[in-house]
Structures are given as structure tokens and as C-alpha cells.
């Protein structure tokens, strides 16, 4: 349980109020609840989406959905983004361009993404913070060296298995909707059309 509450705070806004940086107890199974805790940020996405999308226009629901992923999950996957393109080099007069133009580029895709899914968006947006979170257990897979100090004592403890059963646990549901449309069956996937 406490593998739990460590990836929810290293992963969403919940970990800006917390006591200490460092909970090795914490960090052993933390990769094994990152898709779990992309999928809890996904269903709130999803919901808000279901409850003002009536209410509101869709452009302006994107920018809002996007908008609370970004203070959700406090921003760290952007800050990440821009700290990776801000490494790219630059000229004299160039500053941290790179970073912030990949921070802006990925946001104006992220609203179009959503304002052009139609009928499917309560799916995607359930599924993509998952799919997110277990790419990051991918990556941390043998990366422990190239991370931040809280993060390499995550990805110091991803073992082979964690990324086995992430990767299972998080394909099985698109995996089991594609199996279903392709036998003409609406089953595992009749809420989310």
C-alpha cells in the first residue's frame, strides 16, 4: 500500500504537500501502481468531460481538460518535456526556446487531440494517462542512472517483472476492445463508443 501512496505523490499534485522526498520504503513496487494511478487521473478526465460536455463548447472543454491534467499531474511531465528539449543546443540567443516551444507544441496537440475525437473521448482519455504512466515504467527499466534523485531511486528498484506485468495489466483493455471489434462484438467496450 505504501508502493501506492508513493506513486501517486510522485506522479500527480498530491506530491507537493508531502513531508519528505525520500521514502525508500515506498519505492520498491511504486512502477507497478504508475499505470493505476494514470488510469485514476484518466476515469476524473473522463468524467469532468462526461458532466460539462453538454455545458460547455468543445474547444473550450479541451483547454479545460488539458488544462487540469496539467495542474493534476503539477505539471511534472511538462516541466520534464521542457528540461529535455532544453538541452538541445542552442545559440547565443536562443535561451530556453527549444523547452518551451516542445512544452507548447505538446499542449496545442494535446487540445487538438481531444476537440477532434468525437465519440470516442471518454475511452482515450481514460486510457491515455495510463498508457502515459506505463511508458514511464518502460523507460525507467534499466535507466537509473539518467534520473533525477527521487526518480533513480524508483527506477534503481523497476525490476523486469514490474515492466512485465504493467505492460500486461495495461494493454489487456485495449487489447480485449480491438479482439471485441474485430469478432463484432461490443462487450468489453460498449460504455466507452
Not at 542552442?90 to 526556446?97: A, F, L, P, S, W
Request: glycine content about 6%; aromatic content about 8%; some cysteine.
Amino acid at each position: 500500500m505504501q508502493s501506492l501512496v508513493t506513486a501517486f505523490k510522485y506522479l500527480t499534485i498530491l506530491g507537493r504537500w508531502r513531508e519528505s522526498a525520500d521514502d525508500p520504503a515506498g519505492f520498491s513496487n511504486a512502477p507497478l501502481w504508475f499505470p493505476v494511478v494514470g488510469l485514476v487521473i484518466g476515469v476524473i478526465l473522463a468524467a469532468i468531460n462526461y458532466l460539462l460536455a453538454l455545458q460547455v463548447a468543445t474547444e473550450i472543454l479541451s483547454v479545460l481538460i488539458v488544462a487540469l491534467l496539467i495542474v493534476a499531474t503539477a505539471a511534472m511531465p511538462m516541466a520534464g518535456t521542457k528540461i529535455t528539449f532544453d538541452t538541445l543546443p542552442q545559440r547565443e540567443h536562443g535561451g530556453e526556446i527549444y523547452g518551451f516551444a516542445a512544452v507548447l507544441i505538446v499542449t496545442l496537440l494535446k487540445i487538438h487531440a481531444i476537440n477532434t475525437m468525437d465519440d470516442k473521448v471518454a475511452a482515450n482519455l481514460t486510457a491515455a494517462p495510463a498508457l502515459a504512466r506505463w511508458a514511464l515504467v518502460v523507460l525507467l527499466y534499466g535507466y537509473h542512472d539518467r534520473c533525477d534523485a527521487t526518480m533513480r531511486a524508483i527506477a534503481a528498484n523497476t525490476k523486469l517483472w514490474h515492466l512485465v506485468l504493467t505492460t500486461l495489466a495495461t494493454l489487456a483493455i485495449p487489447l480485449t476492445c480491438s479482439a471485441a471489434k474485430l469478432c463484432g462484438s461490443a462487450w468489453p467496450c460498449r460504455s466507452w463508443h
